[in-house]
C-alpha cells in the first residue's frame, strides 16, 4: 500500500498526501503574480533610467546584480523555513516589494536606485524560497503540475508587468508613478485571508539537515543543474534584461519595447503552465533536453533574421527558455529529503547568483560588439548546457 504523511495546517484538518490542493496553489499563484508584477518594472523602464542616470550598459546591468545579492542568503532563509512557519514572509512580500520598486523612476543617482534595488532584492528572496516549498507540499504526487501553477503567477506577471510600467510611466511621467504601489499594499492584505493558514514547513522528520549536509545529500542534482543555469543564463540575460533596450536602439519606440517582452514573456506563460504536467509524464530529462535544445536555435533564428519571422522566433524561445524553471524546481523537490526549503533556497541561490553574474557579463559584451553581435554568443553558450541534462537523474 502507498504510504501517507500528514501536512499540518492550523485550524484546519490535516491534508493528506495524494490530495492536490488546486484553491491554496492558486492563491498562491495569484501572489507569485501580484509580487512579481513590481519586481519586473526594471526591464521595461531601464532604457529610460540610462538616459535619465546617463548610465553605460554595463552599468545597467548592475543593477539587475544588485536585486540578486540577497540571494546568497536563500539557503538561510531556507533553514530557518524547514524549521518554523515564515509564511508571513509570503504574505508581506508583495508589498515590500511594490514600494522600492514603485520609486525607481524618483531615484535621483544611481546610488539611490541601487539601495532601492537591494531591499526589492531581500523581498524577492524571502518570497521565492518558502513559496515553492508550499507549493510542493499542497501538490503531493504532482509536483510538476504544481510547480507549473505557482511558476504561471510569475511568468503572466513578467509578461504584464512591463506593460503595467510602460503604461503607468505614459500616464504620470518616469518620477511621478509610485501611486501605483498601492496595488502592492492592498494584495498582501487580501493575501493575508486567504493562506494564513497555509503552512510552509511539513511535518515529515525531526531531522533537519545543515546547508552543508543539504548541498552534500544533494550535489548530484545541484552541481548538473548549476551548470545548466550558467548557460542559460546568458540567454536569460539577453532577452529578459536587454530585450526592451534592444528593441528600443532600433526602433526607437518605447511601445514597442514593452510590447516584445511581452509576447516574450506570453510565450513563458504557456511554456511554464505546461512543461511542469508534461514532465511529469515524460521525465524531467527529456523535458529540459528539449527545451534546451529549442532555446538556442531559435535565439539565432531571432538575430539573424526580422519581421514575423523574428516575431515567430522570439514567442518559440520565450516558450521554451522560461519553461525549465518549474521542471528544475520539482526535480530539486523530489530529490530533497528532510530539507525541503533548504534545498530550495540552494538552488534558488544558485540560479540567482548564476543569472546576475552572467547579466553584468553580458553588458559588457554589448557594450562592446554591440546587442545583436551579444544574442549570437548567448545562444551558443546555451547549447554548452545540453550534456549536462544526460547527467540529471531520471525521472
Do not use: C
Not at 504574505?91 to 543617482?109: D, E
Not at 548530484?220 to 526592451?244: E, K, Q, Y
Not at 524561445?317 to 528544475?328: E, R
Amino acid at each position: 500500500m502507498r504510504s501517507e504523511h500528514v501536512i499540518t495546517i492550523e485550524g484546519s484538518p490535516a491534508v493528506r498526501e495524494g490530495t492536490f490542493q488546486t484553491g491554496k496553489i492558486l492563491a498562491l499563484s495569484v501572489a507569485h503574480f501580484v509580487h512579481d508584477v513590481y519586481s519586473s518594472f526594471l526591464a521595461p523602464l531601464l532604457p529610460l533610467l540610462i538616459e535619465k542616470l546617463s548610465m553605460s550598459l554595463t552599468q545597467a546591468g548592475f543593477l539587475s546584480t544588485v536585486m540578486q545579492i540577497p540571494a546568497l542568503l536563500n539557503p538561510y532563509i531556507g533553514v530557518l523555513a524547514d524549521r518554523i512557519s515564515v509564511r508571513y514572509f509570503v504574505i508581506l512580500a508583495p508589498a515590500v516589494t511594490a514600494v522600492p520598486m514603485s520609486l525607481i523612476g524618483m531615484a535621483p543617482g544611481y546610488g539611490v536606485l541601487l539601495i532601492l534595488l537591494f531591499i526589492t532584492g531581500i523581498s524577492v528572496s524571502v518570497f521565492h524560497v518558502p513559496a515553492p516549498v508550499m507549493v510542493a507540499d499542497l501538490s503531493a504526487a504532482r509536483k510538476g503540475r504544481g510547480m507549473s501553477y505557482f511558476m504561471t503567477g510569475g511568468e503572466l506577471a513578467r509578461t504584464i508587468g512591463p506593460l503595467v510600467a510602460v503604461a503607468a510611466v505614459s500616464l504620470f511621467g518616469l518620477e511621478d508613478f509610485y501611486p501605483v504601489m498601492i496595488f502592492g499594499l492592498l494584495s498582501s492584505v487580501w493575501l493575508y485571508l486567504k493562506i494564513r493558514r497555509v503552512p510552509v514547513k511539513q511535518e515529515r522528520s525531526n531531522r533537519k539537515l545543515s546547508i552543508m549536509e543539504t548541498w552534500r545529500s544533494l550535489r548530484h542534482v545541484l552541481l548538473p543543474l548549476t551548470a545548466i543555469l550558467v548557460s542559460r543564463g546568458f540567454m536569460h540575460a539577453s532577452m529578459t534584461a536587454f530585450l526592451p533596450t534592444f528593441i528600443k536602439m532600433e526602433t526607437g519606440n518605447l511601445w514597442l519595447a514593452g510590447i516584445a517582452l511581452t509576447l516574450f514573456e506570453a510565450a513563458g506563460v504557456a511554456g511554464v503552465l505546461t512543461a511542469g504536467s508534461i514532465s511529469d509524464w515524460v521525465g524531467r530529462r527529456k523535458t529540459l533536453l528539449t527545451s534546451l535544445l529549442g532555446a538556442p536555435l531559435f535565439l539565432f533564428l531571432f538575430s539573424l533574421s526580422g519581421g514575423w519571422l523574428r516575431v515567430a522566433a522570439l514567442l518559440v524561445v520565450g516558450f521554451t527558455l522560461l519553461s525549465t524553471t518549474p521542471v528544475m524546481l520539482a526535480l530539486v523537490q523530489e530529490n530533497a529529503g528532510h530539507s525541503p526549503a533548504a534545498a530550495n533556497g540552494l538552488f534558488m541561490m544558485i540560479s540567482f547568483m548564476a543569472r546576475s553574474a552572467v547579466v553584468v557579463l553580458v553588458g559588457f559584451i554589448a557594450d562592446r560588439i554591440g546587442l545583436n553581435a551579444t544574442y549570437l554568443i548567448s545562444a551558443a553558450m546555451g547549447l554548452i548546457g545540453i550534456p549536462f541534462v544526460l547527467m540529471l537523474p531520471r525521472f
